[in-house]
């Protein structure tokens, strides 16, 4: 239950926000209330279920969404290997893990690193699901809502809320990356993908990745002597 | 059928199909191999550092769309103040100490007022 109480606060409420603007996207791109509810429900990670989004309006093959958003999501896994130490004991199953490791994103791993302590460590993992049930059931809630008002919405305010996707991204990715080589990727990205984007809508994303490789290389190799 | 589109195949389960494999799976993976080989792996390893490189320079391609070629009624807003109104929320971000709240306030403000003044 202090787990419910912990996610309740000014991140959820921006996530709410943020996940309303998903959902207009979503909506936008002709995707239906179940289809929308399932990305939420089984992706949940807000940058995959853009980039999966942009790829269906982009017409993209089943292939090249797959490549681009298998690349978006990279970042779970180190995310996940940093926080389960916090979270798990010796005694902890294998299962469980992989059960609060599929709700681990940006607002839960935040939660996660900064209030693990807080907890008695045998009922963390009880603590951290919790955390997640409520995101998620919180989000589930802003999806079906939205998705069934948003014609309802004043222009301004879907507009509005779709332009808190790039500002929650921008400044949640600067504070998860640790090293220069990903705050290059950083600046590399946010301009190559657009720039590729004029000529094709289907491998902008994946350009932009590259190019953040790219750039993490040159990084690393400037490092080191 | 890995080279069809999310409309092209007219059945029931395509779409659940494509967003089961290009999505869920897709994106769960990472969060499975994570679980897998958990403290196994040196996070500062310099392979570990170029694949968050790609990851981020993806989402951040993500983020440049979402401000260049946004839909609905930010596409009648000139791209210079959606641009501007995201790098002031960024900077108010890092000068408020990483305070999202500080981020929005100011992107969100600045996009209004110039979305009003353009209308008056």
């Known amino acids: ?225 | 059928m890995i080279s069809a589109g999310f409309a092209d195949i007219d059945a029931a389960w395509w779409p659940w199909f494509y967003i089961t494999v290009a999505g869920v799976l897709a994106n769960g993976v990472w969060r499975a191999a994570g679980v897998a080989i958990g403290g196994q792996l040196d996070e500062s390893s310099p392979s570990l550092v170029l694949v968050r490189a790609v990851a981020t320079g993806l989402v951040a391609g993500v983020i440049g769309n979402l401000v260049l070629f946004p839909a609905g009624v930010l596409a009648a807003t000139p791209a210079w103040l959606r641009a501007g109104a995201l790098a002031a929320g960024f900077g108010a971000y890092l000068a408020s100490g990483n305070r999202m709240l500080m981020a929005i306030a100011v992107t969100e403000g600045i996009l209004i007022a110039g979305i009003l003044l353009a209308q008056s």
């Open chain 1, 1 to 225: 239950m202090r787990g419910v109480r912990d996610a309740l606060g000014v991140p959820l409420l921006v996530l709410m926000a943020t996940f309303a603007g998903f959902v207009g996207l979503a909506r936008d791109a002709g995707i239906g209330l179940g289809h929308t509810l399932y990305m939420v429900a089984f992706i949940w990670a807000l940058p995959a279920q853009v980039v999966l989004v942009a790829q269906i309006s982009a017409g993209a093959s089943l292939l090249a969404a797959t490549v681009a958003v298998t690349l978006s999501s990279v970042r779970l896994m180190p995310m996940v290997v940093a926080l389960l130490p916090e979270l798990r004991t010796p005694q902890t199953r294998r299962r469980s893990l992989y059960l609060v490791a599929g709700y681990i994103a940006v607002t839960s791993w935040v939660i996660g690193m900064t209030r693990a302590r807080e907890i008695p460590r045998r009922s963390r993992i009880a603590w951290f699901a919790g955390v997640e049930t409520t995101l998620v059931a919180a989000n589930l809630g802003v999806a079906t809502a939205v998705h069934l008002l948003a014609a309802g919405l004043p222009p301004l305010v879907s507009g509005l809320l779709a332009f808190l996707m790039p500002t929650y991204f921008l400044a949640s990715l600067w504070t998860t990356a640790r090293e220069n080589a990903s705050r290059l990727a950083l600046a590399a990205g946010l301009t190559v993908g657009p720039a590729v984007h004029w000529w094709s809508a289907e491998f902008d994303l994946i350009a932009a990745g590259l190019a953040g490789g790219v750039a993490g290389f040159l990084s690393l190799r400037a490092a080191r002597p």
